[in-house]
């Protein structure tokens, strides 16, 4: 899924001359921090509230404001993990998407992509999370997959959590089945610790709370 398939209707970039006092205004109305500065449909900045408020002057246009994020976007082309890792890092609240000659395409909202995420990776697909911990040379997908389909179950999404202070994984696995019995058996005979199992129903309420949850955490 690239970043042009993620676009959200409905956010209006800022022209250099509007103010800064106008730009709050669209931000409350929006729940956003940052909005895009775009002059004859190039890109030239995202502006955040910050930067407003430390310019002191709210009638001044946002053109003359000294952005702190001028080349936070993404390109057309880039994957929607490139959109997370940037919203992660900068702490964005939107993520602009340009093309190869920086024409503004549109913004990524923080719940479009949580949307889009959920709906790209099964999370909305009934079925249940396994998290295991090991050590990062005992993770070999290929083993893992055998356990599992030797249990009538399917893996269809996985994520790693790394922890940067030792060489453990914390792997979380997505599988087409709610009833985890016998797999769960299976992972402890090949002596997997097994961290958490959580099911959700076909509304998969539950587990979208907790991917919600986990983006929170990530600070984004």
């Known amino acids: 899924m690239t970043a042009k398939e993620l676009v959200t209707d409905g956010i209006i970039p800022l022209k250099t001359s509007d103010t800064g006092r106008m730009a709050l205004s669209w931000m409350e109305d929006l729940r956003l921090l940052h909005?895009?500065?775009?002059?004859?449909?190039?890109?030239?900045?995202?502006?955040?509230?910050?930067?407003?408020?430390?310019?002191?002057?709210?009638?001044?246009?946002?053109?003359?404001?000294?952005?702190?994020?001028?080349?936070?976007?993404?390109?057309?082309?880039?994957?929607?993990?490139?959109?997370?890792?940037l919203m992660h890092e900068q702490k964005l609240s939107l993520v602009p998407v340009v093309d190869e000659d920086l024409k503004y395409l549109g913004s990524i909202t923080m719940q479009k992509l949580i949307e889009s995420l959920s709906e790209a990776y099964s999370f909305n697909e009934p079925g249940s999370v396994i998290v295991l911990e090991m050590s990062a040379n005992d993770f070999v997908l290929s083993t893992l997959a055998r356990i599992f389909e030797d249990n009538d179950t399917k893996i269809i999404s996985l994520f790693l959590r790394v922890d940067n202070e030792?060489?453990?994984?914390?792997?979380?696995?997505?599988?087409?089945?709610?009833?985890?019995g016998p797999l769960l058996q299976a992972l402890n005979r090949f002596n997997y610790n097994v961290l958490g199992v959580y099911s959700n129903n076909p509304d998969a309420d539950d587990l979208r709370e907790r991917f919600e949850a986990f983006m929170k955490y990530m600070n984004i």
């Open 166 to 180: 030792s060489t453990r994984l914390e792997v979380n696995l997505k599988t087409n089945r709610i009833e985890t």
């Open 35 to 85: 909005l895009p500065i775009v002059n004859a449909e190039v890109f030239l900045g995202l502006i955040s509230e910050v930067d407003i408020f430390s310019n002191n002057n709210f009638d001044e246009p946002v053109g003359n404001m000294e952005l702190s994020l001028p080349n936070a976007y993404v390109l057309a082309t880039d994957h929607i993990f490139d959109v997370l890792r």
